[in-house]
């Protein structure tokens, strides 16, 4: 049987998810929805590379990467990191520092510092295994992703 790419993309966006920037040294900058927790000992995640996207080879290089969890209202910084712009211009609207040798967005709802433990080959794209080093949270509400669209918790 063959899945139509289309239908396949309508049917997983059913699932709500919370949206992320993964950045890494360079600077270097991705929005994902395809991050997970794996493992509470030692502390992982998962992060997924579309395999042409131009932060993968950074965090193949330095072998570290950031997962900064948007809050609801960022859904424009959502947009910039999920366009074709080069890093300087994705960066040079917002504020951010480096924390364990990453850069951190500073008013996302929480962040993760990683270190690369695995990247496995997956299709169209490379599944990011990291060791979260060092983590942050705030208060506010999550920015969600659903059929196609940035949603609230109150939606």
Known sequence: MTVEQRRFRDVVGTFPT??????APGPAGLTTN???SVSLEPPLVLVCFDNTSRTLPAV?????????VLRAGQEELATLFASKAVAEEKFASVTHTVEHGVPVLDDALAWMACEVVDLVDAGDHTIGIGRVNALEASE????LFVRGAYRTVAD
């Open 18 to 23: 919370g949206v992320t920037v993964v950045t």
């Open 140 to 143: 506010g509400e999550p920015l």
């Open 34 to 36: 395809a991050f997970t």
């Open 60 to 68: 193949r290089e330095c072998r570290r990467f950031a997962v900064n």
